[in-house]
Each structure stands twice: as structure tokens, then as C-alpha cells.
């Protein structure tokens, strides 16, 4: 951790424990926006993971009881809404949301690629809550990603993004399949799709140049 901004670890460290805590409720068959959102108590749980990541990771540990105080304050903060919903997130860039039964990480393979929508950010947690829900129910890839009210120096321009990911930009019938259920959803702009070789060779769109792989 020595190579970490000390002023990032307390960040560093809540992604890290939310993306535990909504790997492991998934892996029980629960999804932490649902137990959020219908206010029910996962206080226990919550607590009895937080001292196992303090155990495991003990200098994030520290540095989340030094920014917050205690355990009790960041399960506040979630519950109103932190990691959940992407205007209400500041201590992360990021949300993720994987379909069930999908492997960790699997957005990491070279193969995957994503759909991009771009949106003012007044819209976005809408858009967020239809996403993240059809990904759930399986309707359309692998996972779902979207960037948050954090501000990211790697922004262009002050719209947020949804990342709609497949498993395989070779499956062009399942990347049509899901650009489908997109529209169906209420996404009826053009969309780019993009594949993970691209965004691993760092290429990005610039003035004249396109480095999406399917448009529709």
C-alpha cells in the first residue's frame, strides 16, 4: 500500500469494501442496491464484513475509521446512497453491477467489449436504475458500468457514462441482441461499441478518428 496517495487510501479502501460487499451479497442471492432501496437491515452483515476487512487489509482499515470514525458511519453513508446510485457516489469513480452467475472480472477479458451511453448527468441515475435492473435479470450482457458524481480528470466534458458490457465482440448476433434491448429500454440514440483490444492499446476517439467497432 506504501505506493498509494495516503490522501486516496480512505477511497481506495471503500471501493474495495463496497465491491466486496456487493460480491458477497450477490453471491447469497441479494443485490445491495435492492437491499438499500427497500430500506432492509443488512447492518449485522455489514458490520461482521467490515472487521473482516480490517483483518485482511489492515491499513485500509485504518484509513476508513480515520476519515469516517467507525464501521456505523459508512454503513450510513451507504444507505443513503454511496456505491449505490451514481449521483449520490463520491468516494469512487465508478459503480459496477455484474449479471448473475457471471464470473469476477470477467469485463477484463480481451474478448468483451461495451456499448457506450453518454448522458448529461441529471439523467443518469435513471438511466443507471434500468440498466443495472435488466443486467440483473440477465436481458442483456455480462455487466454494467457507470461512472459516478465523483469528478474524473479523465473526463472530457461533464456527461457521465454507462458501459453495457458482452462477452465476445465476435458474437455480433449477441452484441445486436443486446443493442436491441437497449432501445427497448428507451436508449434510441446511435450508440458506439467498443472493444477491450482498443481500450488496452489506450485508443480513443479523436477528431477524425473513430475507434468504435460496431454502430448502431
Known amino acids: 500500500m506504501s505506493t498509494i496517495d495516503p490522501d486516496t487510501l480512505p477511497d481506495v479502501a471503500c471501493g474495495l469494501l463496497f465491491h ?3 460480491r458477497e451479497m450477490q453471491d447469497r442471492g441479494q443485490f445491495l442496491f435492492s437491499l438499500v432501496e ?29 476519515k469516517y470514525g467507525s464501521a456505523e458511519r459508512v454503513y450510513d453513508l451507504i444507505c443513503q446512497g454511496e456505491g449505490v446510485m451514481p449521483g449520490k ?51 442483456l450482457g455480462i455487466s454494467a458500468k457507470v461512472s459516478t458524481a465523483r469528478p474524473n480528470p479523465d473526463s472530457r466534458d461533464n456527461r457521465k457514462v454507462i458501459y453495457v458490457y458482452t462477452p465476445d465482440w465476435r458474437d455480433e448476433a449477441d452484441v445486436m441482441r443486446v443493442r436491441e434491448r437497449l432501445r427497448e ?22 477528431k477524425g478518428k473513430k475507434v468504435t467497432f460496431y454502430s448502431a
Request: charged share 30%.
Open 89 to 139: 457516489t463520491s468516494t469512487m469513480h465508478w459503480i459496477v453491477q455484474d449479471a448473475p452467475d457471471v464470473k469476477p472480472d470477467a469485463i477484463e477479458d480481451e474478448l468483451a467489449g461495451k456499448w457506450l451511453i453518454f448522458l448529461p448527468p441529471e439523467e443518469i441515475d435513471s438511466a443507471w436504475i434500468r440498466i443495472r435492473d435488466a443486467t440483473c435479470r440477465k436481458e
Open 20 to 22: 466486496l460487499l456487493n
Open 185 to 206: 429500454l428507451g436508449f434510441s440514440d446511435r450508440l458506439g461499441y467498443k472493444r477491450n483490444i482498443e481500450t488496452y492499446k489506450g485508443e480513443y476517439s479523436e
Open 38 to 66: 427497500s430500506r432492509i437491515d443488512f447492518h449485522d452483515h455489514f458490520l461482521s464484513l467490515f472487521q473482516k476487512f480490517c483483518t485482511d487489509y489492515p491499513e485500509l482499515g485504518v484509513a476508513l475509521q480515520k
